[in-house]
């Protein structure tokens, strides 16, 4: 146990596993964010992960100066063992107390501490329903992240005046009642019935 708001280990491992799971020929498919393919999406969270663990360490500079929208981000050969990497250590530097305090910079944007550490929770909840999503895996998040993540995307959306806008886009209509993850989802603009071109995902176990 921490005495931080949230570890983000356990999530960090989700996607870890996911992203172990991605065939070679798989890299190429489409995913819910338009612009990437699968090895975008890999190549984003490989540099989301570096920056924000920069961000909790307030090491400030190239990492966390960038623009994460300013170029299409690609894979190396070691594309598994970097992001592996990455993600172990973006978990680590959370677990500082510290991390959650003062201010930080994420994308070239200064936050507080505690909200720098929420989008981080939040990119690696959606990030991850993107990949089992485009890769046609099961997908069971962290509950933690979980919840995080959409009383996160539900105070963004509200702060717009109601005018269904959140961070990501216009907020997607589900029923009330319909499973938590499929809210988040909608509230950070994608259709949480988004499948694979060609047919339902295909699970795995």
């Known amino acids: 146990m921490t005495d931080t708001p949230l570890d983000l280990g356990p999530q960090a491992r989700i996607v870890a596993c996911l992203a172990e799971d991605v065939t070679e020929d798989q890299l190429t498919d489409r995913t819910p964010c338009p612009d990437y393919r699968v090895s975008h999406l890999l190549g984003h969270l490989t540099g989301l992960a570096v920056a924000f663990r920069d961000a909790a360490r307030k090491d400030l500079g190239g990492t966390t100066d960038t623009d994460p929208g300013s170029t299409l981000p690609g894979i190396g050969p070691d594309w598994r063992r970097d992001l592996t990497e990455a993600l172990h250590d973006l978990a680590e530097a959370w677990r500082d107390p510290g991390a959650w305090t003062g201010t930080t910079r994420a994308g070239g944007v200064d936050l507080p501490g505690e909200v720098a550490g929420a989008v981080a929770v939040d990119e690696l909840l959606l990030h991850g ?4 999503r485009a890769t046609g895996r099961d997908y069971a998040p962290d509950p933690a992240a979980l919840a995080a993540s959409h009383a996160f995307l ?21 029923p009330a009642d319909a499973p938590l993850l499929d809210r988040t989802v909608a509230l950070s603009g994608r259709d949480p019935g988004w499948t694979r071109p060609g047919g339902t995902p295909q699970a795995r176990p």
């Open 154 to 174: 539900r105070a963004a959306a509200e702060e717009s005046g109601g005018a269904g806008n959140g961070i990501f886009g216009p907020v997607v209509s589900v």
């Open 129 to 132: 329903w993107d990949l089992a």
